[in-house]
């Protein structure tokens, strides 16, 4: 079975500054991992995921996350954070054919201050 | 196109009784899913179907069951409420693009037992 452990449950940070919220992931299969958030009373958005290929991929609103295979990790960065981006945060992985089943982690609250 | 729709947005029932839940994807999507989000267990996968079967299910009692129609609208039933079944249901719908894997989630419906 699958599992995703975002550590940090809460992360304060100043506007502009830079940000890294961890992810990291079990699995004995290959995976797809994507990064979800969600605004207060909203669904989840997309904001990146990682099928194949480059190991730096890039979303929406700014966000980039790398995969990093040996360390089993896929930390969300963006260098320059507005009040807008706070949010919780979810971390998620699916098997590769395994339909759409997402096992997601914790979450983590971004708290953007002045 | 529209988004992932849900009805009713907000439920309140009695302990007992049987709720059903409705879920219209975006045009097209042939994949629904279902998830449940506590603040003690966080986001868990309920179920998924594709063209009107059950392709995936989670670890939840019987109780817990869903269905989809011709139209990729689905719903899911629970019956026999208990207070634990407080939470919001999040729907989300997916166009099974191979290159895609991306999942549009709707606002969720929060469901209160009393």
């Known amino acids: 079975a699958q599992s995703v452990t975002q550590l940090d449950s809460q992360v304060p940070v100043f506007e502009e500054a830079p940000v890294e919220l961890r992810c990291n992931y079990s699995s004995s299969v290959s995976v797809y991992l994507f990064w979800y958030v969600q605004y207060p009373n909203q669904g989840l958005q997309l904001l990146l995921k990682y099928l194949s290929g480059s190991t730096l991929v890039k979303g929406i609103n700014g966000f980039e996350a790398e995969f990093n295979k040996s360390q089993t990790s896929f930390h969300l960065r963006k260098p320059s954070v507005h009040i807008s981006d706070t949010a919780e945060y979810f971390c998620a992985v699916s098997l590769t054919g395994g339909g759409n089943k997402l096992t997601f982690g914790t979450g983590t609250q971004l708290k953007v201050e002045l | 196109k529209a988004g992932v729709t849900q009805t009713p947005r907000y439920l309140i029932k009695t302990r007992g009784q049987q709720v059903t839940l409705s879920c219209s994807p975006i045009s097209g999507h042939r994949s629904v899913s279902w998830y449940q989000q506590t603040p003690g267990q966080g986001l868990q996968f309920l179920f998924e179907y594709f063209s009107e079967t059950q392709r995936n299910k989670g670890n939840f009692p019987g109780r817990f069951s869903g269905r989809q129609f011709s139209n990729s609208r689905s719903e899911m039933n629970v019956s026999t409420l208990e207070l634990g079944d407080s939470a919001l249901y999040l729907c989300?719908?997916?166009?099974?693009?191979?290159?895609?894997?991306?999942?549009?989630f709707g606002p969720g419906t929060r469901l209160t037992v009393t």
């Open positions: 989300a719908s997916s166009a099974e693009d191979r290159n895609s894997y991306e999942q549009y």
